[in-house]
């Protein structure tokens, strides 16, 4: 995303006019240079960008002051708050629970007052960065990192650490009252329902009537008042005495309450008792008084829905906003679903409602879908369908990407464009559509004449942003509506009179280099994961008897008599999926510390120690860690989930055996493989642990009675099917018998695929100039009893001893003096070998656990995309016959922690993060939408196509600039070896 639209989309509501205007600022750039002003003279423009940029920066921190002292006298008033709620209970004073509410209520806004303001901080300052990095770019300047350690020392704002002090201390105020609610709840849980009128209420009402006898004052009964109307429960009786009060003019109406500010309009607003607003109105109170959090008594009305409340303030002149930052109360009541409130404030304010207030509430109702509210302003005489928001998106743009069918189904019925496009991208409704996932308003939209091949700034079509996420469906219908994109460049060359025809000579064939990564022998990995979107949990972290806070900082530590890794996650995830890797010596005991924190600051607010024992049990899913506070109580549980992965461990025979000499010693021949090509072969486990080759996903051994391999050893399947693996006679295969699209060698080589012939014995039999494709199929049984680790490290293993087979066992004595008679081996070119799984955790471990073969995740096959993307492509649904070969298969342990891999982007975020070489793609996907290849040159991964259709697509595919191989009838072929 650009930053700018970056920016847009996570500005605070009330202050954008603060902020750095980024894009203002890359006009100016591209302005100067446009201008050759940098060409002519770089100083002077220099002077100019740097003035404009110091001028945006002094208004971004002198609001960013404002608030820190707003924010600091606030929390000054809270910690004497604080002190007076100590006093009442050492004293058993009968108003400390209400502080205690009244506190919690402060102490939790003022956290998130200080989020906001850090993240309007690093919003700007990180705009600052990058439009430095512009213009350095532009004018081939080095100014950024003087510029930005300048702004660090004379900019408070632009340092994180600015305000610590002050987050510690509320950080702080909120533990200290945590823990004294529960000491207070715990000791006085019989006077409390009396006081909030939970049971006994003939009894709470004769105190409410003492008390106010009791009162000395007009003031006294003013916060004695404010503190009943503050329960939600508040009895009739209780009302008409306070209503008899003011009208009496024996209460002080202009009394509010010392934490919250609130008057008693606000109080009556907010309680939603219309006779409480009206006396008080009568009676003088004053209607435009902001209470502590900056809001008007309008503003409660809105929220809790009082649509009379709110006809009654405006028919008393209110004012317009909710608050002081100038937000419209026309604006938030749109954005709630309640067209009552909403239209009164439209039909019976005195004010006449300006277009621009109009517009906003329109926008606002778009996000929530209530089309009556855009009816409503569209009979006030709003254009709503000509009007645009900054990026000049209308209000269908906006419904589109929010998913409300009905809303936009209303706007083009009065006339809204579908091919309007925003100044962002390019974008029309579509695109938002599309991108989202929101089949039913895609359908609406290619109804209603929508172009499918409309092209954005990036030259992508929706389908590109469908297919990307995932959402087949879309694809589906946007197929459906166009034809697929292609490159006509040939054919118009073909047509062109004046076309000469290329004379280059096709590029040399280049062999496959793989570089080494380093090898884990000694080390341990554990993984920890946080899900965002867990079923089971409506948050990773769920607080128990403590403050709700929105925004908290997760720190993890292991701790080991060797080193400290550290990892820290801002919570909640800005991503559906974090992964934390942690790799520890496999032989050295450690520790994991949880540490929870406010979204920044260094006080903690619980904390947990986890043993690494419990990596013994190589996952858990949805697991829950209680957090303890520094009373010792628990304050919140954490939900995790955890794999821990093992080094590699091979049992050799030679002299001084180091994994990691022989490892080094091994490298695949560069020169061997000279046709580029790859046997693709199917292994899978037996229940005795022995890797075989065989790629069907069950063996049959009757009519009607199939097993999975893993459900059977070896010595049974030798049995069963009488396997004699001397017919296949490995040692006379020869690449072009393998290689050749010839009948017989598809009959060879569906002979091996099929074979169960062990792993081991394959590769050492096989000639090393057959290259490989090895397929790692996973466990089909729920009841198989093989950890990831053991699946794989199965495999492995047999991959290593066959390559050590093939070394030379002669020892080399080294003649220097450091190293006299330290035996070596000799250098081993083992065979070309890809290790590939459907299994976004297999392939992680795979490529962990040895550093040699390139390891490629499989998308293409019995994973969740194929079925989606067989459905797009052949309109077969959920009623086509299914065969047991085309149902995806499920493993217990792997399928609960791997990864849902539903889209391209996640495959290739997954394959990115962990260094994977490539992906293997459905080619029918790709060659419909040509563009999504590209998404695999911006990961840097090596793109393998499997071609279903060999006789009607290979020929076309070869030659496609941005795909590396080409895999079909389990021959892969690199792109070199096509040219």
Same mark, same amino acid.
Do not use: C
């Given at each position: 995303m650009k930053y700018g639209k970056h920016m847009q989309k996570h500005k605070i509501e009330g202050w954008e006019a603060y902020y750095l205007d980024y894009k203002k600022l890359k006009k100016f750039i591209r302005h100067l240079i446009n201008t050759d002003q940098v060409q002519e003279n770089l100083s002077a423009a220099k002077v100019q960008f740097f003035a404009k940029l110091d001028k945006e920066l002094d208004i971004v921190g002198s609001f960013y002051s404002k608030i820190v002292l707003k924010l600091k006298t606030r929390n000054d008033h809270l910690q004497t708050k604080q002190a007076e709620l100590d006093t009442l209970i050492s004293t058993n004073d009968i108003n400390s629970s209400h502080?205690?509410?009244l506190l919690e209520e402060a102490w939790n806004h003022l956290q998130t007052e200080l989020d906001k303001l850090q993240n309007f901080a690093e919003i700007n300052s990180t705009g600052v960065s990058k439009i430095v990095k512009k213009w350095d770019k532009q004018t081939r300047s080095a100014t950024k990192q003087l510029y930005l350690e300048r702004q660090a020392v004379i900019r408070p704002w632009f340092d994180r650490l600015s305000i610590s002090k002050l987050a510690d201390t509320v950080a702080k105020g909120l533990i200290d009252l945590n823990r004294t609610k529960s000491l207070f709840f715990e000791s006085h849980t019989s006077s409390i329902s009396n006081i909030f009128?939970?049971?006994?209420?003939?009894? !709470?009402?004769?105190?409410?009537?003492?008390d106010f006898d009791s009162c000395k004052n007009s003031s006294d009964r003013a916060y004695l008042a404010l503190k009943l109307l503050n329960n939600p429960d508040i009895d009739s009786c209780v009302i008409?005495?306070?209503?008899?009060a003011i009208s009496h003019k024996t209460i002080d109406l202009t009394t509010v309450d010392q934490v919250s500010g609130r008057s008693l309009v606000h109080a009556g607003a907010r309680s939603g008792i219309f006779e409480i607003v009206k006396t008080a109105i009568e009676a003088g109170a004053n209607l435009n008084y902001t209470d502590s959090y900056g809001c008007y008594p309008i503003y409660y009305a809105i929220v809790g829905g009082y649509s009379s409340i709110v006809k009654l303030l405006l028919n008393h002149n209110s004012e317009l906003n909710i608050n002081s930052q100038g937000i419209r109360s026309l604006q938030l009541a749109a954005s709630l679903d309640n067209f009552e409130t909403f239209y009164n404030l439209l039909s019976e304010s005195t004010t006449q409602w300006c277009n621009q207030d109009m517009t906003a509430a329109l926008f606002k109702c778009s996000q929530t879908g209530n089309w009556k509210i855009a009816n409503a302003l569209l009979d006030q005489g709003l254009d709503v369908v000509g009007v645009v928001n900054d990026l000049n998106q209308s209000a269908l743009h906006i419904s589109s990407m929010n998913g409300h069918l009905r809303m936009s189904n209303w706007l083009i019925s009065v006339g809204a464009s579908v091919e309007l496009k925003d100044?962002?991208?390019?974008?029309? #409704?579509? %695109?938002f559509a599309a991108n989202e996932g929101y089949t039913s308003i895609v359908k609406l939209l290619l109804d209603n004449n929508s172009d499918p091949l409309a092209f954005d700034d990036q030259g992508y079509t929706p389908a590109f942003y469908a297919a990307y996420h995932g959402h087949m469906e879309c694809v589906k219908l946007l197929f459906r509506n166009s034809n697929p994109i292609t490159d006509n460049k040939s054919e118009s060359c073909i047509h062109d009179d004046d076309f000469i025809p290329s004379l280059e000579l096709p590029p040399p064939i280049i062999p496959l280099q793989i570089s080494k990564r380093s090898y884990n022998s000694n080390k341990k990995l554990a993984i920890i994961r946080f899900c965002s979107n867990t079923q089971k949990y409506d948050s990773l972290v769920k607080f128990i008897r403590h403050i709700n806070l929105n925004s908290l900082r997760l720190e993890i530590n292991t701790r080991s008599s060797e080193n400290l890794i550290s990892h820290t996650i801002q919570l909640p995830l800005q991503e559906k999926i974090k992964y934390l890797n942690f790799e520890v010596s496999k032989n050295t005991l450690f520790n994991f510390e949880f540490l929870l924190f406010p979204s920044f600051g260094s006080v903690v607010i619980g904390k947990a120690i986890l043993s690494n024992q419990v990596f013994g049990l190589e996952s858990g899913v949805n697991l829950k860690l209680p957090l303890i506070g520094s009373d010792m109580n628990v304050v919140a549980e954490l939900v995790f989930d955890f794999l821990a992965v093992d080094p590699l461990t091979i049992p050799i025979d030679r002299p001084s055996g180091l994994i990691n000499d022989i490892w080094d010693n091994i490298n695949i021949n560069p020169t061997e493989n000279s046709q580029n090509k790859y046997f693709a072969v199917g292994v899978q486990v037996t229940f005795d642990g022995i890797p075989v080759v065989y790629s069907k996903k069950t063996l049959k051994m009757a009519e009607n009675l199939e097993f999975p391999i893993d459900r059977l050893n070896l010595s049974q399947i030798n049995s069963l099917t009488k396997a004699d693996t001397s017919i296949i006679n490995l040692a006379k295969a020869s690449a072009d018998l393998v290689y050749s699209q010839s009948i017989d060698s598809a009959q060879y080589r569906d002979t091996i695929l099929n074979s169960c012939i062990p792993l081991e014995q394959f590769l050492v039999e096989l000639p090393q100039d057959i290259a490989l494709v090895i397929s790692m199929i996973l #466990?089909?049984?729920?009841?198989? *009893?093989? &950890?990831?680790?053991? %699946?794989?490290? =199965?495999?492995?293993? &047999?991959?290593?001893?066959s390559a050590l087979k093939s070394q030379k066992l002669v020892l080399k004595v080294e003649k220097s003096l450091e190293y006299e008679n330290k035996p070596t081996y000799e250098k081993v070119f083992s065979r070309s070998i890809f290790l590939s799984s459907n299994s976004p955790t297999i392939c992680l471990l795979a490529q962990w656990k040895q550093p040699v073969y390139p390891v490629i995740l499989d998308i293409h096959s019995d994973s969740v995309l194929e079925p989606i993307i067989n459905t797009v492509l052949t309109g077969q649904g959920k009623n086509s016959t299914q065969t047991i070969d085309n149902i995806p298969r499920k493993i217990d342990n792997a399928n609960t922690w791997d990864p849902p891999i539903k889209s391209l982007k996640s495959a290739c975020k997954f394959s990115f993060t962990e260094e994977l070489f490539g992906i293997i793609c459905e080619?029918?996907?790709? !060659?419909?939408?040509?563009?999504?290849?590209?998404?695999?040159? *911006? $990961? &840097?991964?090596?793109?393998?196509?499997?071609? #279903?259709? #060999?006789?009607? *697509?290979?020929?076309?595919? =070869?030659?496609? !600039?941005?795909?590396?191989? $080409?895999?079909?009838?389990?021959?892969?072929?690199l792109k070199a070896g096509l040219l």
């Open positions: 502080l205690i509410n009128n939970i049971s006994n209420a003939p009894t !709470s009402i004769m105190l409410s009537l003492s008409d005495l306070i209503l008899n100044k962002d991208s390019n974008w029309t #409704p579509l %695109f #466990p089909s049984n729920k009841t198989n *009893e093989y &950890k990831l680790n053991g %699946f794989v490290d =199965a495999i492995l293993s &047999k991959i290593f001893t080619s029918s996907l790709l !060659s419909q939408v040509p563009n999504l290849t590209s998404v695999f040159s *911006e $990961y &840097k991964l090596f793109l393998i196509q499997n071609v #279903p259709n #060999p006789s009607t *697509e290979f020929n076309t595919l =070869a030659g496609h !600039s941005d795909t590396d191989a $080409y895999l079909r009838d389990n021959i892969m072929y």
